[in-house]
């Protein structure tokens, strides 16, 4: 029975770092590209950013 219980707590714990491993990648993937769009001073993301001849409207 021991066996039983110690499968089903290891299928968790493996379902959970799949589930964590997945996420990281995400976050990893957005990051990296983060660090890509800031790099490119020409790129339209940063453009904006960094653009201070903008005109106030009221």
Do not use: C, W
């Amino acid at each position: 029975m021991a066996d039983f219980t110690e499968r089903i707590h290891l299928k968790g714990k493996a379902e959970e770092d799949i589930y964590f491993a997945k996420l990281n990648r995400k976050l990893i993937a957005a990051l990296r590209e983060k660090q890509t769009t800031d790099a490119d001073p020409k790129s339209d993301k940063t453009r904006d950013k960094d653009n201070t001849s903008h005109t106030v409207q009221k």
